[in-house]
Every structure is written in structure tokens, then in C-alpha cells.
């Protein structure tokens, strides 16, 4: 608590000025354990506050922030009276002003404090949020030096033998990880190697396959022409010999027709090797469908077989990634208990405080952690209670007075432009 060395008002310690008088505060004081009357105000400067009313104050801490520095920091909320003599008239006019003035300062002094207490509450807060992590860590520190040095307590053992089952669990997790990534290993070798012959064979498959295709393409070309000029030849030798029988039957075609049938015997004898090529044409062409079908049926076998295989692999590493994420999820949950167990046996320890020199500084960082604490939760609780402490009645009448003076304002310039 700060006192105010103009009023003798107690203010809170996050205040710069007096929210009784607006006027600057001296030094931080020591805040008592118990509150104490404040000293009586001096005389002449207005005050009307009771002994009981001073002492109030100073127990519930008010956080109502005065004027900034500046031309405001000189306003002072007691109503003095102009110097000099003034009529009776005039004394009223001066107080009706200064209780104008004073009620309309008082919103400054009221939305200051508020600011002014919420960055110090912020502030109280985070040092209050570090300290507790601060203070987590250092028991989970506790809980580690425990295990390392290998301190024995009655009451500790419990805790101390679910923290070994739950280690003896992360390394068995931890072996059958290492396991179950060496099968992987090897298995994803295996099959990668039996995929390898797989795709080897249906590659020699399919080339072979092309040849033939590639083979069987020309010699279906040359069938085709071979055909093509095998009818063209017998509808020659049709007409030739049609042509022949005709002349023969004229009288003086007999010429022509010795020339027709000689013709004829030259087609004859070209059809008759025409004829003798498509046989031959069509049996290479029939043994290279046969072999081109049958190629590329071990081709299509051959590329299930490679199909299968890629399928097994990818379902294999399916089921070992899915064992290995298993024996992870093992190992997470054992170190998660681990953690919490070595939390709680440091919580136990902090509280039992097992007799060990090298625990003690350990102890003395806990203790000073949680006083921290307690000091700035106490902070914070003395802070939300003074927030709650103002004058309303000033407050909602300096509200009321800015309002009807803006109305006031707004109406004469109305009727000025209009």
C-alpha cells in the first residue's frame, strides 16, 4: 500500500497517483498484516472522510487510478474554493462547478485504474503461470534425481516399482520395434527380390511377344498381296481361255487363239506357284498367330503373377508398418506413464521430503516456487476484490453529466446551422 502524502488516502501499489486527490504518490510502503487506520487527513484540504470510512479503504485496497502526468495530474478532486471573498451565490455556483468537475474527472480516474489494474493483473498472472511451470519441472526433476541416485522411502515404493514396470514395458517395446524392423527389412528384401524376377520375366515375355507381333505383321502383308494376285491371275486365265474357245471357233482365229492358250499356260504356270506361296504363307501365318497367342497369354500371366506380387509387398509393409506403429504406440504410452509416475513420485517426495543431502536444494527451489505462487494468486485475488471497490454513484453521475452536455452541445449546434 501506498499512502498519499497530500491526503493521507491509501492507495493501491500499482498506482501512480492518489484516486482520492489526483496528486502524484511517493514511495512503495509495506503492506501490513494487518490494516491499520490511516493517518487523519491534514486540515484545509477538504476532506470529510471518517476514521472508520480511511480505514475501510486501506483494507479493501481501492484501485481507482488518478490523472496521467501531465496538465490533468494537477486536477484535484476536493472542491476548493477560489481565493478571496465570495457571496453566498457565488459559493454555490463554485461548488455546483467543481462537483461538475470532479464527477467528470472521475471517469479518467475510474477507466485509468481499470487499465492500469488489468496490465498489472496480466503481469501477476504470467508470473504466476511461470512459477507453476517453473514448479512442474522441478518436481519432475525431483522425481528424476530420485530414480537416478536410487532413493529407497516406505512410502515410496509403490510408486517406484510402476515406474519399473512401466520402463520394463518401453524397453519390451522398444526390442520388438527393433524386431519388427529388421523382419521388415528383410521381408521387403525378399519380395522386393521376388518382384524383381517377376517383372524380369514378364518383360522377356512381352518382348517376345512384340517380335511376333512384328513378325506376323509382314508375312500378313505378303499374304495379302499373294491373295490379291492369285485372283487376279485366275480371272486372267478365266478370260484367256474363254477368249481362246471363242477364236478357236472362228475361221480366222485360229492364230489368236494358239496365242490365247499360250498366254493361258503362262498364267496357269504362275498360279500354280501363287498357289503354292499362299500355302506356304498361310502355315507360317497360322504358326505365328498360334505363337503370337500364346506369348502373349504367358505375357498376361506373367504380369498377374507381378501384379500379385506388388500387391503382397504393399500389404506386407502394410501390416509390418502397421505392427511397428503398434509397438509405438507400446513405447508412447509406457513413456507417457512413465513421465506421470515420475511426476507423482516427485509430488510424494516434495510432500514425505525423504531425508537426502542431495535433494535438499531441490526442495528449497519447490518451496520458493510455491511461495511465489501463493504470493502472486494472493496478488491476484487482493486485486480482483479492489477492482470491484468504486465509487458508482460518482461514476454513473459523471457518465450522466458528459452525456447531457453532449446532448446539450449537439442541440445548440442544431439550432446554430440550422
Not at 180 to 205: I, K, M, Y
Not at 246 to 268: F, I, Q, V, Y
Not at 310 to 331: F, L, P, Q
Not at 337 to 350: I, P
Request: include cysteine; proline fraction near 4%.
Amino acid at each position: 500500500m501506498r499512502s498519499c502524502r497530500h491526503c493521507g488516502h491509501h492507495n493501491a501499489d500499482h498506482l501512480g497517483y492518489c484516486s482520492q486527490c489526483g496528486k502524484r504518490l511517493g514511495s512503495v510502503t509495506a503492506v501490513p498484516l494487518f490494516p491499520r487506520a490511516p493517518t487523519p487527513p491534514p486540515r484545509g484540504e477538504g476532506r470529510t472522510e471518517t476514521a472508520a470510512t480511511a480505514a475501510l479503504s486501506a483494507a479493501m485496497s481501492p484501485t481507482m487510478m488518478s490523472f496521467a502526468p501531465g496538465p490533468q495530474a494537477k486536477i484535484s478532486t476536493a472542491r476548493v474554493l477560489p481565493p478571496g471573498p465570495l457571496t453566498k451565490a457565488a459559493r454555490s455556483v463554485w461548488s455546483v462547478v467543481a462537483w461538475i468537475a470532479e464527477s467528470i474527472g472521475y471517469i479518467y480516474i475510474y477507466l485509468r485504474g481499470q487499465l492500469d489494474a488489468g496490465e498489472r493483473r496480466r503481469r501477476l498472472v504470467n508470473e504466476r503461470d511461470g512459477s507453476q511451470r517453473l514448479l512442474g519441472g522441478a518436481i519432475k526433476e525431483l522425481g528424476t534425481a530420485i530414480l537416478r541416485e536410487g532413493f529407497h522411502a516406505p512410502d515410496l515404493t509403490g510408486l517406484l516399482e510402476a515406474i519399473g514396470r512401466a520402463e520394463a514395458r518401453r524397453e519390451a517395446a522398444l526390442a520388438d520395434i527393433a524386431a519388427s524392423e529388421r523382419l521388415q527389412s528383410a521381408e521387403d528384401v525378399r519380395l522386393g527380390a521376388q518382384e524383381t524376377a517377376l517383372e524380369a520375366e514378364w518383360r522377356a515375355c512381352d518382348a517376345a511377344r512384340v517380335e511376333a507381333d512384328e513378325r506376323l505383321r509382314p508375312v500378313t502383308v505378303e499374304s495379302q498381296e499373294v491373295a490379291t494376285r492369285l485372283g487376279r491371275v485366275r480371272d486372267r486365265l478365266a478370260s484367256h481361255e474363254r477368249d481362246a474357245e471363242t477364236a478357236a471357233a472362228s475361221p480366222d482365229g485360229k492364230a489368236r487363239a494358239a496365242h490365247l492358250r499360250h498366254e493361258a499356260a503362262a498364267l496357269a504356270s504362275e498360279l500354280a506357284a501363287l498357289q503354292a506361296q499362299a500355302t506356304r504363307l498361310e502355315g507360317e501365318l497360322r504358326g505365328l498367330r498360334e505363337r503370337s497367342v500364346s506369348l502373349r497369354a504367358a505375357a498376361a500371366e506373367a504380369r498377374s503373377r507381378l501384379d500379385t506380387a506388388v500387391t503382397a509387398r504393399r500389404h506386407a509393409a502394410g501390416e509390418m508398418g502397421a505392427g511397428i506403429a503398434g509397438h509405438s504406440r507400446d513405447r508412447s504410452e509406457a513413456e507417457r506413464e512413465v513421465a506421470e509416475l515420475t511426476e507423482q513420485l516427485g509430488r510424494a517426495a516434495a510432500q514425505s521430503r525423504p531425508a537426502a543431502t542431495e535433494l535438499r536444494p531441490l526442495y528449497q527451489r519447490i518451496d520458493r516456487l510455491k511461495e511465489t505462487i501463493a504470493e502472486r494468486s494472493t496478488a491476484i485475488a487482493t486485486l480482483d476484490q479492489s477492482l470491484a471497490h468504486y465509487d458508482q454513484r460518482k461514476l454513473l453521475t459523471g457518465v450522466g453529466l458528459v452525456t447531457s452536455l453532449i446532448v446539450v452541445a449537439v442541440g445548440v449546434l442544431w439550432v446554430v446551422l440550422r
